[in-house]
C-alpha cells in the first residue's frame, strides 16, 4: 500500500471493513425526515457524493444522529476524511453515483474536516452523447454536455403537498446531432434569462432521464452540478459543432414537447411505404419519423370486445420533476403508485390506423397525439361516452376518419416479443399539416421525379 495515505474511493467494496478515504464533498443533498420503519419516531437523513484524488466517485448517506452532527459542517467542496462507516450495495433506483457501492454512517462514524487537496478536482464529469441515452434502460441517471438552443421562461407553482416550485426547461443538443429537453429547478432556474440566452454550453452531472408521454425528459436533480462554458475538452468539442455548422443541422428532439402551440414533430420525413420498410430494419437504436397521413380508422373494438378509448390517470405531480404520475386510477379515483384518492382525468390511448397514398399501418397513439389526430379533448371523448353512450362516441370516431391530413411523429422501438425480434411503433405526437411546410415536401418529391426521369 505504499505511496497511498488513504484508502481509493474506487476499490471500497464490502470486503473492506477497514479503511479510512479523503474525499470532496461535490454535492449534498437537503436533509429531510422519514418515518422510522421499526418505530413511531422521525429519523433524519441527507447525502453526499465524494471525489477523492484518483477521481473515485461514492454517495455516502448520514443518518440520525450522524446527519444531526454532519449536516452543516459538510458543505459542498470541502474536503474530508471519513472512517468507521458502513459499505452496501449501491441501489440504483435512487443513487446516480456510478459507484457499485454506497457508504452509510451513523453515530459510530468518524468523519473530519481536513485543509483544502488542491489535488482532488472540484467536480467529475462523465459525460455521454445524448444519442447513447436513448439505448438507455430507463429511468437512468447521465451527465450531459450541450449546447442550450432553446428554453423557457422561469415557471412558479405551488406541487400538490404545498411545497413552492420553480422550474426552467431548457433543450440541449449535442455533436451526435440530437436534443433534448431538461428541466432544473429552484436557484438554478430562477437564474436570469440572459444567462441562457445566446446559446451557451453547459455541463451538468446527474441528469435523471425518463421516458414521458413516448419521448425522454431530463430533469436535473438539486443534488446535481451545472456549469456553464465550462473548460473540459467535451465542452469545446460541442461549441465546436455548433459554430461549424451545427447551429444550422436538423436536430432529432427525443423529447416529447407540452401540447400547444410549441409542440414541434421530429424525426425523418417519409411516405408510410418507407416508414414501413424503414422500421423493418431497425438494429439496436430507437429511431424517429414522421410522416403525412390520414386517420382511416381507430380499433372500437377487438372481435367483440369493446376497446377502451381512454383511461383515468393520476394527476398528483412526482417528486423531482413535478410532471404528473399518470397512472390508472381505479373507479374510486384511488391511484396505487401514490397510496390515496387524487385528481384524475382522461388520457386517450387509442389503437390507430393512418394510411396515405403507398400503404397503411397499426400504431398505438398516445394522449396527446391522439387529441391532436382527432381534433378534440380525452375531455370531450369521455363527456360523450358517459353522456350520450358508446354508440354515439363511436360515430364520433368515425366521423374523424378521413377528416383531415396529420403529420404523425413515429417512434421505432426495438423490442422483443416471445423470444422473436421485433419494432414496436408508436404515434408520440401530432400535429393538424402545416400547408407551406407540406407543399414544399411535395413539391421537392415533383422534382425529385423529374430529375430521375429520362426524357
Ligand atoms: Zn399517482
Keep these: 500500500m505504499t505511496g497511498y495515505e488513504f484508502f481509493p474511493i474506487r476499490e471500497l467494496s464490502t470486503y473492506q471493513t477497514k479503511w479510512t ?35 473515485g466517485e461514492i454517495r455516502a448517506s448520514f443518518f440520525n444522529d450522524a446527519a444531526e452532527k454532519h449536516f452543516e459542517l459538510m458543505e459542498v467542496g470541502k474536503c474530508f476524511t471519513l472512517s468507521k462507516g458502513q459499505v452496501k450495495l449501491a441501489n440504483r433506483q435512487f443513487n446516480a453515483c456510478k459507484h457499485r457501492y454506497e457508504l452509510v454512517f451513523d453515530k459510530a462514524s468518524q468523519v473530519d474536516q481536513v485543509a483544502d487537496d488542491g489535488k482532488i478536482d472540484a467536480v467529475k464529469f462523465t459525460v455521454v452523447e445524448l444519442r447513447s441515452v436513448q439505448g438507455k434502460a430507463l429511468p437512468c441517471s447521465v451527465d450531459v454536455c450541450g449546447i442550450v438552443t432553446a428554453f423557457d421562461k422561469a415557471f412558479a407553482f405551488t406541487s400538490k403537498d404545498g411545497k413552492d416550485l420553480v422550474k426552467r426547461t431548457l433543450t440541449l443538443a449535442d455533436d451526435s446531432g440530437i436534443s433534448m429537453q431538461v428541466t432544473i429547478w ?16 453547459v455541463v451538468m452531472k446527474g441528469v435523471t432521464v425518463k421516458e414521458w408521454q413516448g419521448g425522454l425528459s431530463g430533469s436535473l436533480m438539486e443534488s446535481g452540478s451545472l456549469a456553464f462554458n465550462p473548460e473540459m475538452p467535451e465542452a469545446q468539442k460541442v461549441k465546436a459543432w455548433w459554430t461549424q455548422g451545427g447551429h444550422a443541422q436538423n436536430l432529432t428532439l427525443i423529447s416529447q414537447t ?94 390507430c390506423r393512418f394510411e396515405d397514398a403507398t400503404g397503411n399501418f397499426w400504431v398505438t397513439t398516445f394522449h396527446q397525439a391522439a387529441e391532436k389526430v382527432l381534433g378534440m379533448t380525452a375531455q370531450e371523448v369521455a363527456d360523450i361516452e358517459n353522456n350520450q353512450g358508446r354508440e354515439a362516441v363511436e360515430a364520433k370516431m368515425k366521423s374523424c376518419y378521413y377528416a383531415r391530413i396529420v403529420q404523425v411523429q413515429l417512434r421505432a422501438k426495438p423490442d422483443s416479443y416471445n423470444g422473436e425480434q421485433r419494432t414496436n411503433v408508436s404515434c408520440t405526437s401530432a400535429q393538424p399539416i402545416n400547408r ?20
Design 436 to 455: 407551406r411546410e407540406h407543399g414544399r415536401f411535395m413539391l421537392k418529391e415533383i422534382e425529385d421525379m423529374l430529375a430521375k426521369a429520362v426524357c
Design 258 to 351: 407540452t401540447g400547444g402551440a410549441g409542440a414541434r414533430i421530429a424525426g425523418k420525413l417519409m411516405d408510410v411505404l418507407e416508414m414501413k420498410q424503414k422500421s423493418e430494419q431497425l438494429l439496436n437504436e430507437q429511431e424517429m419519423y414522421s410522416a403525412y397521413c390520414r386517420l382511416a380508422s381507430v380499433q372500437l373494438r377487438k372481435r367483440d370486445d369493446i376497446q377502451p378509448l381512454y383511461y383515468n390517470a393520476c394527476l398528483e405531480p412526482k417528486e423531482g420533476n413535478g410532471l404528473p404520475c399518470n397512472r390508472r386510477v381505479d373507479d374510486s379515483s384511488f391511484c396505487a403508485v401514490c397510496n390515496k384518492v387524487v385528481k384524475a382525468a382522461p388520457r386517450l390511448n387509442l389503437r
Design 21 to 55: 478515504i479523503k474525499g470532496r464533498v461535490t454535492s449534498k443533498a437537503p436533509l429531510r425526515t422519514f418515518k422510522q420503519r421499526n418505530g413511531s419516531g422521525q429519523g433524519k437523513v441527507f447525502h453526499v457524493e465524494l471525489l477523492d484524488v484518483e477521481g
Design 186 to 201: 429552484g436557484d438554478r432556474a430562477k437564474k436570469d434569462d440572459s444567462e441562457f440566452q445566446g446559446h451557451p454550453v
